[in-house]
């Protein structure tokens, strides 16, 4: 199989270890590996220092699948696989699609989890959102009309990358449903788990509530450890997790040694990672409220309800992709332009999990002014 290039990805290659500053990483700064083995228990410092760098086994190891069931309802032991998250994605599409499926996804959408299911011959649908003065929604009365009998996959991600959106309790049970009633499958993808910013309760995993639906959670968004490349898919269907087991052996066998212990210290103390991660977003919401408001005639821009990033609409005469190339010559701060989601030549992804975000922000008013926008 031929692969597109991977646009996202290709322009973070161009930039990423270059440019300065990153106003558009969906991930958050990386904590220290000191850090991390500072929080850990008697028994994963044992582990640590005990540590052989030899094989572990295809499914990630016991303690470390321990303390990723510890976030779920209803999963078990054996429904889980440890993988980094592009390959449990890459897996999950070869093992479950065939050329002429019908998948239906969310758009804009990271591009992994459609391109697959396209260049392996399958008729993609797109589910695309509602855009109102910078506030994003996903009509589950257009995903009706979307999924039909024939629909083999929706692929959702939830919290939202790049727009922030997620659904309610009632509008998950809403999707379902409608997955249900018509033999599909979900592929949820999670990355983006418990970065909430509304008083409602954390939206479940998918996997705890569908039977046919595969969730994709890793240690890269939630908790800041982007360099651990350990993510894992959920499910209840046994069957397809041993095919994806099966062909897995033919990419990386099994996962990192060193990283396996690092993830199970990560996961049994989530909450470490999770609020100092949601201060550092939720501070940074904020300070870009306030620059918006100075700027209203050049983006939209509302809240997200959930996610570390925003997807704002800017009014330009030329391309969010010109605009930003321009930003980056001159000031050094990245910013990812909607064209490397295909969705578009007018908006751009904010990140908000980095520390220096408010000099960023006077880096790009010192742009805004000198450019005269």
Known sequence: MKLKDFAIERYFAKYEFNAKYMMSSSDCDGFGMDEVLSLAS???????????????ETRGSLPLRKAIQAHYQNIELDEIIVTSPGEANFALMNVLLSKGD??????PMYQSLYQIAKDLGCRLTLWKPIEENGAWDYAIDQLKRLITEKTKLLIVNFPHNPTGYSPNKEEQLEII???????????????????????????????????KSISLWGTSKTFGLAGVRIGWITSKDRG??????????????????????LATI????????????????????????????????LFDFQSPPTSSTAFVRFHLESSTAEFTENLVK???????????????????????????????????EQFLKENNY
């Open 240 to 261: 397809l997790l041993q095919k994806i087991e099966n062909f897995k052996d033919y990419l990386s066998i099994c996962s990192s040694a060193p990283s396996e212990v």
């Open 330 to 364: 001159e000031t050094g701060i990245m910013l990812l332009p909607s064209e490397a989601f295909e969705y578009g030549t007018n908006h751009a992804r904010i990140g908000f999990g980095r520390e220096n975000f408010p000099e960023v922000l006077a880096g790009f």
């Open 177 to 211: 449903n409608i997955c249900r009633k018509n033999d599909v499958y979900i592929f949820s993808d999670e990355m983006y788990r418990f970065l909430d910013h509304t008083q409602e309760a954390h939206l479940p995993s998918m996997c705890d509530v569908y039977e």
């Open 42 to 56: 008697a028994s994963e410092k044992k582990d640590w220092e005990e540590l052989k760098l030899g094989y572990t």
């Open 266 to 297: 990560a996961l049994n103390n989530l909450d470490y990672f999770l609020q100092r991660n949601l201060k550092k977003i939720r501070r940074n919401i904020e300070l870009f409220k306030i620059f918006q408001k100075k700027h209203k005639a």
């Open 102 to 107: 019908e998948v239906v996804c969310m758009a």
